[in-house]
Structures are given as structure tokens and as C-alpha cells.
């Protein structure tokens, strides 16, 4: 029996008290991916090369990543990312109201995505500090 993560008609109630606002987000959520490559069809298994990639250059190449593993960290990385993506819109509409401009949308720059970093770090959202090696390396 496969497991399934997501209990689909408690979403369905929920996206009821959604305001349309709230659910273009969820479906904009729901459509974006990072990168993945499904395996042979038979397996029907999600692969994550570059979440797998990084993993192993952290903990050596002879460490297994399983797919759960692979797919958890996949669910992180959205999510630090759509908070980024978030914030840093926050950051652009508050530089045009400070400038007294009407507010345009236009691509994220990095000045904005490093001012949404020092933002979370400061709001403890991200850690402010590098975290010490714990597998011996330098």
C-alpha cells in the first residue's frame, strides 16, 4: 500500500475558507517544483539530483539518501524559499512606498533577497551563525 502524505479532503475543506487571494497562492504553491527526475516507470519514485548532491558532498558519498529523505528535504527547501520570495516582495513594496511611488512589480533584485535574509535571521526565523562541523571536516 502506497503511503499518501497529503489528506486531500481535509485540504478540499479548508480551501473553502480560503480568500481568493489565499488560493492563488496555494495553486501557485501546488504548481511550483524544484527540480526532479522521475525514475524508471516501473518504480514510480521522485529523484532530487541536486538536494541528493548536496546531502552527499555534507555527509560523504558512501551515505545512502533515501527517497523520504530526498522528498522531506525537497518540502524544506520550498518552503525556504517561498518565505524568501515572500519577504523580499515585502522589502520592494516598502522601498516604493518609502520613495512615494506607486507600487510596480518587477523581478526580485539581490539587493532584495539579502535584505529578506538579514530580516529572518533577525526575526529567528534562520540561524545567524554558521553551525560547527560535525563529520570532522574543515
Avoid at 18 to 44: G, P, W
Avoid at 106 to 120: F, T
Amino acid at each position: 500500500m502506497e503511503c499518501n502524505f497529503v489528506d486531500h479532503e481535509r485540504i478540499s475543506l479548508i480551501s473553502h475558507f480560503f480568500t481568493e487571494k489565499q488560493m492563488n497562492r496555494y495553486a501557485k504553491f501546488k504548481e511550483s517544483s524544484l527540480e526532479n527526475k522521475k525514475k524508471a516507470r516501473s518504480t514510480q519514485k521522485i529523484e532530487y539530483p541536486r538536494i541528493k548532491s548536496i546531502v552527499q558532498s555534507v555527509l560523504g558519498e558512501n551515505f545512502p539518501i533515501s527517497n523520504t529523505i530526498q522528498l522531506v528535504l525537497h518540502g524544506i527547501a520550498k518552503i525556504y524559499a517561498g518565505e524568501l520570495v515572500e519577504e523580499s516582495k515585502m522589502i520592494m513594496i516598502e522601498e516604493e512606498q518609502n520613495k512615494g511611488c506607486t507600487i510596480k512589480t518587477g523581478p526580485i533584485k539581490p539587493k532584495h533577497l539579502r535584505e529578506a535574509r538579514r530580516r529572518m535571521i533577525q526575526k529567528n526565523i534562520l540561524p545567524s551563525y554558521k553551525p560547527k562541523c560535525i563529520f570532522g571536516r574543515k
